[in-house]
């Protein structure tokens, strides 16, 4: 059974930097999709990121491109989110979220239903 934990959210001011982490258990994550999503107060879920199992490919949402960059550690079996330049409005829940697959691409609709799911972990953007 994969397990996956979130952590790295903090409260930072606009324009500075974090690094968020989903580490996985009881599974190798070499085929599996991991995504992160966010979530803030009165707000739907938004896929923000993912990374395909296959070849790595990697998918932002429009807000984050060029601002953020999801990696993957296979030897420390975590998953990374790298937020650079961080603005109020990235404030939310960050979740991430996996499904194991063999396809070339992952997916970052609001809707789509990722198997496993993390915990939460807090960005607050604020001056």
């Known amino acids: 059974q994969l397990q996956l934990v979130a952590s790295g959210g903090d409260l930072v001011q606009p324009g500075e930097s974090l690094r968020l982490s989903c580490a996985a258990s009881?599974?190798?994550?070499?085929?599996?999709?991991i995504a992160w999503y966010r979530q803030a107060p009165g707000k739907e879920r938004e896929g923000v990121s993912c990374?395909?199992?296959?070849?790595?490919?990697?998918y932002y949402t429009d807000s984050v491109k060029g601002r953020f960059t999801i990696s993957r550690d296979n030897a420390k079996n975590t998953v990374y989110l790298q937020m650079d330049n961080l603005k109020p409005e990235d404030t939310a829940v960050y979740f991430c979220?996996?499904?194991?697959?063999?396809?070339?691409?992952?997916?970052?609709?609001?809707?789509?239903?990722?198997?496993?799911w993390g915990q939460g972990t807090q960005v607050t953007v604020a001056s």
């Open positions: 009881g599974r190798t994550l070499d085929h599996y999709a």
């Open positions: 979220a996996a499904e194991i697959t063999t396809s070339f691409v992952c997916y970052i609709s609001p809707d789509y239903d990722y198997a496993w």
């Open positions: 990374s395909s199992a296959s070849d790595g490919g990697t």
